[in-house]
């Protein structure tokens, strides 16, 4: 893995044109981002940050709150820029919103006044598929979501998991090369969530795309990736990288029981534990001052 000090001039060529060639799908580099506080100076949200992506890869990140992993995962979509440093998603630096990305953000993104089949069929017709083919399309991923016979119910008329299912159909659809999930199952019970969580792995198994998937909760993050990312407090830097060598397929019930998870967990939960307490301590401060 590159140096994470250097700066975006030292990237060589060669590496980014591997980069969607054998390479990685998604590349960070060096990368900053700052925002303007209400005060007038400066809060940085992420510094320094350098990581991979392979393709075909379910990368999970964890850290503590404020650390920075949603703004990561904007500035991989490319509807934030980083202040220094650079992104690359399929080989080519992100200047923008690109085709190849869908994003599940933890809110849903239905729209209320369309049934499901009308939200689910958005994306084909918005990227030019004629009115019959983007209705069977999403016929067919209405049904892959476990929800066939409900293409003419509204949002309001479903559950908070049906609702996550026209999501994920919403944006599996499109076919991403590359697909950002910001705590998307968070707002669910246990039992839904769980549900849903297996869901995810058994549609993304039959497809090529990579994962980038933030979460809060390390059991769901070492359940479904294949690699833990650990995000230090603010400002958010890479801390250590995981490899989660449990077997696939994966049963996420069934794999909390596995002696290898327990020893993942255990080893994780220090490094994530360390940057909770730093965030929190410093979160003290700033209330006493």
Excluded at 45 to 69: M, N, R, W
Aim: proline share 6%.
């Amino acid at each position: 893995m590159p140096n994470p000090g250097r700066g975006r001039a030292e990237i060589p060529n060669p590496a980014v044109a591997a980069v969607g060639q054998g390479g990685p799908t998604i590349a960070l580099r060096d990368v900053m981002k700052r925002f303007r506080t209400s005060r007038g100076d400066f809060y940085v949200a992420v510094h320094s940050l350098t990581f991979d992506v392979a393709g075909g890869e379910f990368c999970a990140i964890v850290g503590p709150t404020g650390s920075g992993k949603s703004t990561t995962l904007n500035l991989i979509a490319g509807l934030d820029t980083p202040s220094r440093g650079q992104a690359f998603v399929l080989g080519q630096p992100v200047t923008g919103p690109n085709a190849g990305v869908g994003y599940m953000f933890q809110t849903d993104a239905v729209f209320p006044w369309k049934n499901v089949l009308a939200n689910v069929a958005t994306g084909p017709l918005y990227r030019g598929a004629g009115r019959e083919e983007a209705v069977r399309r999403a016929r067919e991923w209405i049904g892959r979501v476990g929800l066939a016979g409900f293409g003419d119910r509204y949002p309001s008329q479903l559950s908070g998991g049906m609702r996550k299912r026209v999501a994920l159909a919403q944006t599996l659809i499109n076919e991403p090369a590359v697909l950002l999930m910001d705590e998307p199952f968070a707002s669910l019970d246990v039992q839904t969530r769980t549900m849903m969580e297996n869901e995810l792995l058994e549609l993304w198994s039959g497809t090529s795309a990579s994962v980038v998937f933030v979460t809060h909760d390390l059991e769901e993050a070492i359940a479904l990736a294949d690699r833990v990312l650990v995000f230090t407090a603010a400002p958010a830097t890479l801390k250590r990288s995981y490899e989660i060598d449990l077997p696939r397929p994966r049963n996420v019930t069934e794999v909390r029981f596995d002696p290898r998870f327990t020893q993942l967990y255990e080893h994780i939960w220090q490094d994530l534990r360390d940057e909770a307490v730093i965030a929190y301590e410093r979160s003290l401060q700033q209330v006493r001052s």
